[in-house]
């Protein structure tokens, strides 16, 4: 079955402007989760989504945001960009949120230069 | 704080070789840890361990995980080329009414030298 589907694949974008990532899940899964990797700071968890809901947030600032759709594919949203977004930014989904543990499987990231 | 702290940060071997990489964790309300490989750009899953399933094998990689010290082990014994990648440990920790997070290290650079 087809894997987690991350677009675009890569973007260059200017401090100042806004940016949205799409995530399209493994079929069947319905948590979406998001990461920002940088070189500095490995994976850190920015929010995950179940049915639509956001569950979790991590410590990012109000420019970053998301969503999620009934078809369980999630956008996130960065405005304002600023030179330190520059990062890779992964999705990961999994069949469920909290119920059970169960690995989550991985996108191949977008990769967001900031200039 | 939650955090996960990974050891060494880098590490250059020979094939051939055997190597430990490390793990350890700060968590309230842990569930699980998992161990992920990343070569390029995606992380691929190994290995997830459990209070109920604490040592997990595959091949040449296996993994323990000590609750009582609060940290992990991968090993890879007869390490190859293809071995060379960043290895991730997280840890799944169960945040208030019934929604989970992963908690990644900043991961271990492997390089394995032929």
Redesign the interface.
């Known amino acids: 079955k087809a894997g987690v589907t991350q677009t675009p694949r890569y973007l260059i974008k200017t401090r100042g402007q806004q940016v949205t990532l799409s995530c399209s899940p493994i079929s069947g899964h319905r948590s979406v989760s998001w990461y920002q990797q940088t070189p500095g700071q490995g994976l850190q968890f920015l929010f995950e989504y179940f049915s639509e809901t956001q569950r979790n947030k991590g410590n990012f600032p109000g420019r970053f945001s998301g969503r999620q759709f009934s078809n369980s594919r999630s956008e996130m949203n960065v405005s304002t960009l600023e030179l330190g977004d520059s990062a890779l930014y992964l999705c990961a989904s999994s069949r469920t949120s909290g119920q059970m543990n169960t690995e989550a499987f991985f996108g191949q990231g977008t990769r967001l230069t900031v200039v | 704080e939650d955090k996960v702290v990974q050891s060494p940060l880098s590490l250059v071997v020979h094939e051939g070789d055997t190597v430990t990489l490390n793990c350890s964790y700060e968590v309230t309300n842990f569930?699980?840890l998992?161990w992920?490989k990343q070569e390029?750009?995606?992380?691929?899953?190994l290995f997830?361990l459990?209070s109920s399933g604490i040592e997990k094998k595959s091949g040449r990689l296996s993994s323990i995980l000590d609750k009582k010290e609060l940290s992990s082990i991968l090993n890879i014994t007869a390490t190859q080329t293809g071995d060379s990648a960043i290895y991730?440990c997280?840890v799944?920790a169960?945040?208030g009414?019934?929604?989970?997070?992963?908690?990644?290290?900043?991961?271990t650079l492997l390089a394995v030298q032929p």
């Open positions: 569930r699980s998992l992920y390029k750009k995606a992380p691929t899953f997830m459990t991730l997280a799944e169960r945040y009414g019934a929604t989970n997070k992963l908690i990644f290290g900043t991961g």
